[in-house]
DNA sequence: GTTGAAAGGGTTGCTGT
DNA sequence: ACAGCAACCCTTTCAAC
């Protein structure tokens, strides 16, 4: 998105209040910082015109909507050129089970998350498509048992 | 939250739509499902009821607010009793670097996505403080070396 | 399911500092 | 450059049907 920018303390308390307490008004939170609701509006345009805060987000539960299936792969690669990992991470995009998948240092390649609606699913359906693809040399998969934590918030 | 409910059709075309474009109002939400915006409205808020979608939240970039280290620890405990795990994770809990935590089953006990201002920051204070925890005996990192994919999305 | 309306938030132009 | 004021438009919400 746009240019990096200096955040004050103000943009700071502005960021941690909406995440604390994202169905704040405007207004409500200009009561809170001591401003009115117009400046707080201008900080938070500017933020989003930099690419420090996205669009709001509606969050969907996946176990609630039916994924009780939550598990981490390590993926190790038998190939590292470009095309290899571009071909890869493409279909990774494509895959909307894979919620998450950074490239990492160390033992493997790729860590993902993956989200499905039954241990079935997950290797029947996710697994078996990750494995088929080219250059993947192994997958490692860590079922989750708990959700401990889990949240958006960055600690500004 | 709520109890468990059925979604049929209409609820998961609701979903997508309201992932996909976060931004649509429920007047655009109706238009495209074929729907006025009530009866969207009010399978939204039965919805919420039940805990399948939450609260509309403000997402910040961790990079673009200066969080550019995104690493992932593997934690392995040396004891199991219900009171060890309940210390661990009530820390987790209050460390706001730590974003993510899950217990895992396999080689390692615990999953932590944790954000960083840099690796000393990681070093210095995160990771630290986690070793320093009672009861844990190890703990492996793997650093981001670049992010592929990162949705909130559930594929209903 | 639909229409219609009250309440209130987001957005913007203008003004003052 | 940044804060505040006032007004408009539009969304959410909730009647009544």
Redesign the pocket.
């Known amino acids: 998105m746009g240019e990096a920018i200096e955040l004050d303390e103000?943009d700071r308390r502005l960021l941690r209040l909406l995440q604390a307490e994202p169905e704040l008004?405007?207004?409500e939170v200009?009561d809170r910082l001591?401003?009115?609701?117009?400046?707080c509006?201008?900080?938070?345009?500017r933020m989003r015109e930099a690419g420090v805060i996205e669009e709001r987000r509606h969050i969907v539960d996946p176990v609630a909507a039916g994924f009780e299936i939550i598990v981490f792969c390590a993926v190790r690669m038998n190939g590292h050129s470009r095309a290899h990992l571009e071909e890869f991470e493409a279909a990774v995009g494509r895959i909307a089970e894979v919620v998450m998948c950074y490239s990492v240092s160390g033992d493997h390649d790729y860590l993902l998350k993956v989200l499905a609606k039954s241990i079935k699913h997950y290797e029947s359906t996710v697994k078996n498509a990750l494995v088929q693809l080219p250059h993947v040399l192994s997958i490692s998969t860590s079922v989750t048992l708990r959700e401990i934590k889990n949240t958006t918030d960055v600690p500004v």
């Open positions: 103000t008004t405007l207004r200009g001591g401003l009115s609701h117009t400046p509006w201008r900080r938070l345009a």
